[in-house]
Structures are given as structure tokens and as C-alpha cells.
């Protein structure tokens, strides 16, 4: 089988924290791209983690191996994941001294078995 590709976050600026709606897990294996083409503000930086849930309501984040490395500025990251429940969503947190915002968006890659 071919794998799927699922925008969690659509391109497109951010000035606040959030997170994406729930997504179904198909596969054991996740890859997440996170594809960032701008940064703006004062001392910008942008967090995003990957949490997990068994009822797609409840969510826990899983720490570290399951979190992309912080950015300050424009850029790309991959992460490679296993799945932890039958759930999982994206979760950004944007902080700032003044106007910060980023631009981006992260693309999830199920590997169905």
C-alpha cells in the first residue's frame, strides 16, 4: 500500500498556541513533516508536539521523542514516530516578546500496514 499523507496543520500563519483536530491513526509508524517559511516578532519561537489520545477526546502529551526541536526561525524538521493510542493531534505553542508569528504547516505521513 501506498502511504497517506494528511495536512494536520494547512500552511498558513500563526500568532497564537493551538492545535489541530484529531486524527486517526492508521499505521504503527508516523512520519511528521513540519515545513516553516517564516518567522516574525520579537524573540519568536514555536514549539509543536505530537499528542496522543484512546478516545480522540482526552489528550496526553507523550515528551520529548514525540516533540520537534523548538524553532526560532524559518524552517524544516522531520519526525518519526510510533504510535502510542488510537488517536493523535498537533499542538503548536507560540511565544514571543512582541508580534511574533510563523508560517507553517505539518504534514503527516501514515505507513498503512
Not at 497517506?4 to 493551538?18: F, P, R
Not at 509508524?29 to 482526552?58: K, Q
Not at 493510542?85 to 507560540?94: K, L, N
Request: aromatic share 8%.
Amino acid at each position: 500500500m501506498l502511504p497517506k499523507h494528511i495536512a494536520v496543520h494547512a500552511a498558513g500563519a500563526e500568532t497564537v498556541t493551538g492545535n489541530s483536530a484529531a486524527v486517526a491513526v492508521t499505521s504503527k509508524e508516523l512520519a511528521f513533516a513540519l515545513h516553516c517559511t517564516a518567522a516574525a516578532g520579537t524573540s519568536p519561537t514555536l514549539d509543536v508536539t505530537i499528542e496522543w489520545s484512546g478516545d480522540g477526546v482526552n489528550f496526553v502529551d507523550a515528551g520529548t521523542p514525540d516533540a520537534f526541536a523548538q524553532l526560532v526561525a524559518a524552517g524544516d524538521e522531520v519526525l518519526e514516530v510510533t504510535a502510542k493510542a488510537r488517536y493523535y493531534r498537533v499542538v503548536w505553542t507560540i511565544t514571543g516578546s512582541a508580534g511574533q508569528s510563523f508560517t507553517f504547516a505539518v504534514i503527516a505521513t501514515h505507513f498503512d500496514i
